[in-house]
């Protein structure tokens, strides 16, 4: 077929020139031929099926995973062409009128792309239907999904073929954005189009700055809420392996005044719809999400990608990471790692047939390498995806930006090669390493590969040296994986060479991710106290209190003292981040508290630290919320405490940290029925003259007629009353 794609480019598109392979891949569709198209996310996968779709006679059906992705593409379709129906979708969210409507506008030669989802491409009725049309080729879009090995798998997918042949034959091309070798295998002999040509465009894309952090508990929402405070106005997508996660960073994020909202399946579709939409129109600025969102939402400033958890592939990671900078322009992509993460995705695989275990665990092991390694993080993306990349230093991502220090590996990889060849190149890494370091295990006993004069020969080096060793290994062509036989490592042929002929070879050791920081993050903050701010709080505090005629502890505690002198708020909001400061405190008693601090650090040259701490959004915040709500409907106290499943102590515990935080509370309803007026009064008035709101100093000073209880509960009204 003789076309001028360039004028019809012009035509439908308004683009003048082709993108990369696009020209070559729409020639090879209208021709005809079974086509496998592997381009990187933001390369112009859509472009490549629909324009032929326009140029060729009859229907182009498209089998698409997502319903976001069908409505996103059919409304920029429809918005091109001067008519309505050239392009429509076929899934679940449609009613029969909406169907009727389709099918009409396909039987008049309207439609020239149909979007079907691959459940709804099974129904018995539109295969029949589909069976009377003209269909020009089919479509398979994000095609991985149809690979056991691919990051998506959907069993729905094997059953493609099988529904293209009772349909009716026509070409195929099958896109995808991320895929190994052996994904792309498995892809076209399911789909039966092992003659396609193949079009695969290079996975670079250098303006995506890769880094990995370690995820230390107390410590991410932090540092996601600092980045993100750092790139203000910039949208961006965080990417939460559960739907809990999603909503709790969601509320942290709305917590500390980023324009964020939470996006999972187990939202309903109009809320997520609604949510894209907001993104879309930058009205949000930030979206956390399971991996549910993204396919298909075609914007192309997205400037970051936070990884909250590491995911379960590299295929995954690489195509989340995709959505970023697909203008050419800035795209930070984060991830934090943790051990911890790695060993609760293995354990959610416990269920699974074995077969699926053993898949899921490679793919994860190739997930912490990339994460663990010190060698460039392009260079081991491009390597897992078959591709060559020759620079030493990418100048992009954080090993590149920070490089480690190299160290001489020559002899620790011959001891790698010397195992894999006297194994018979049988075994996985894993195995390879328990048998250099002299492991008895069961395996290796079984075998008998303890017995071996090799075993054992690697025991005398640093242990956290073979992985690097064996990954850097395959980097630099000395072995292979062979991923069709579950990782199995082979020697290639300069391997062997190597073997004749050592030369050195020089590598990176891998990072450490250390779990056992999680607990101790926070600790010794006080250590940091600035003792001249601190005595300067103590004077200022002394002074407010005289002229409200309160003690001292009423208009800030000690310890809110110490958190003020630590890190330094300078501003009413930073305020309300230390502890025992809610918003009524630090507005009544707040401002020359923040100016005093601000003048110390200017006149001082002081650098604050960053990371003040980040509004949370607590676990307890919704019980608060009930006690507050029931105390203003004067339930009783003890009332309270049974409905929420308290001891009595344990609620006082709760609306004192109500108090203390600055929220008035009027409990005097349950005073009157439980206190005597006179005793009231008394403990009212000795807190009124005391310089502590020590209870154990209160007990003693008021002497035996009065209970602890008494003394907490009128303590709360004073508070409530005089520092609220």
Not at 23 to 47: C, D, W, Y
Not at 219 to 231: E, G, L, W
Not at 698 to 710: K, P, R, T, V
């Amino acid at each position: 077929m003789k076309v001028n794609l360039t004028q019809k480019l012009k035509q439908y598109f308004g683009f003048d020139t082709f993108k990369g392979d696009q020209e070559a891949i729409i020639r090879n569709v209208l021709s005809g031929k079974n086509t496998f198209v592997l381009m990187p996310t933001g390369g112009g996968k859509s472009l490549c099926y629909q324009l032929p779709s326009l140029i060729l006679d009859g229907t182009a059906i498209v089998i698409s995973p997502l319903i976001a992705l069908m409505k996103n593409q059919v409304d920029v379709i429809n918005g091109m062409s001067e008519t309505d129906g050239v392009a429509h979708y076929l899934n679940s969210s449609l009613n029969k009128a909406a169907i009727d409507l389709v099918k009409a506008d396909i039987m008049d030669g309207k439609t020239k792309l149909l979007y079907v989802a691959p459940e709804s491409l099974t129904k018995e009725e539109y295969v029949e239907f589909l069976k009377s049309c003209k269909i020009s080729f089919y479509a398979i879009d994000e095609a991985h999904c149809i690979s056991e090995w691919g990051h998506d798998f959907r069993p729905e997918y094997r059953r493609i073929r099988p529904i293209i042949n009772e349909i009716g034959e026509a070409p195929v091309i099958a896109l995808t954005a991320t895929a190994t070798d052996k994904v792309r295998t498995d892809i076209k002999k399911s789909l039966g189009i092992l003659d396609a040509t193949e079009f695969k465009s290079s996975f670079n894309r250098p303006n995506l700055y890769y880094e990995v952090r370690p995820k230390i508990a107390k410590d991410v929402d932090k540092q996601i809420v600092k980045f993100i405070k750092q790139n203000a106005g910039k949208s961006g997508i965080i990417y939460c392996l559960s739907r809990k996660k999603v909503e709790e960073l969601a509320a942290v994020l709305c917590a500390n005044d980023i324009k964020a909202a939470p996006y999972h399946a187990g939202l309903d579709s109009a809320t997520r719809s609604n949510t894209q939409d907001e993104f879309l129109m930058e009205r949000i600025d930030v979206i956390v999400a399971t991996i549910a969102f993204g396919m298909g939402i075609d914007k192309p400033d997205v400037r970051f990608v936070i990884h909250y958890d590491i995911p379960k592939s590299l295929e995954g990671y690489y195509q989340e990471t995709g959505r970023a900078g697909r203008d050419g322009g800035e795209g930070k992509c984060i991830a934090f790692y943790s051990y911890k993460d790695l060993q609760k995705l293995e354990k959610f695989m416990e269920g699974k047939p074995v077969a699926e275990q053993d898949i899921g665990r490679q793919l994860l092991q190739e997930t912490s390498a990339y994460a663990e390694s010190s060698v460039c993080r392009r260079k081991l993306l491009l390597h897992y995806f078959g591709e060559e990349y020759n620079q030493e230093n990418c100048g992009n991502c954080d090993n590149c930006l920070h490089p480690k220090m190299k160290v001489e590996g020559k002899k620790a990889l011959l001891i790698v090669l010397d195992a894999v060849q006297v194994l018979k190149e049988d075994f996985r890494s894993d195995y390879v390493i328990d048998f250099v370091m002299g492991k008895i295990t069961e395996d290796i006993v079984a075998h008998k590969h303890d017995k071996l004069e090799e075993f054992g020969s690697g025991e005398d080096e640093n242990p956290k040296l073979w992985n690097p060793v064996i990954r850097q290994a395959l980097i630099a062509g000395y072995l292979r994986k062979d991923v069709e036989n579950y990782g199995l490592l082979k020697l290639t042929a300069a391997g062997k060479k190597f073997m004749k002929k050592p030369c050195s070879f020089m590598i990176v050791e891998d990072k450490e991710f250390n779990d056992d920081d999680d607990d101790d993050l926070m600790e010794g903050q006080g250590s940091a106290l600035d003792p001249e701010l601190y005595s300067m709080l103590k004077d200022l505090r002394k002074k407010i209190a005289k002229k409200h005629g309160l003690p001292p502890y009423v208009v800030f505690m000690d310890g809110s003292l110490e958190q003020m002198a630590t890190v330094y708020p300078i501003t009413l909001e930073e305020l309300q981040n230390i502890q025992g400061v809610g918003a009524g405190k630090a507005r009544k008693f707040g401002k020359e508290f923040v100016d005093l601090i601000k003048k110390h650090c200017e006149e001082n040259e002081i650098e604050r630290p960053e990371d003040l701490r980040v509004r949370t959004v607590a676990k307890k915040s919704m019980l608060k919320v009930k006690i507050i709500q029931s105390i203003d409907r004067q339930v009783a106290l003890d009332d309270i405490a049974n409905a929420q499943g308290l001891e009595f102590d344990d609620l006082l515990d709760e609306v004192e940290a109500i108090v203390y935080s600055g929220t008035k509370l009027n409990i005097d309803y349950f005073l009157e029925e439980v206190m005597d007026d006179d005793h009231v009064d008394d403990i009212f008035e000795y807190f009124r003259e005391s310089d502590t709101d020590d209870l154990k100093v209160a007990m003693e000073e008021l002497g035996e007629d009065y209970s602890e209880e008494e003394v907490r509960l009128v303590r709360i009204k004073f508070l409530s009353e005089l520092a609220n």
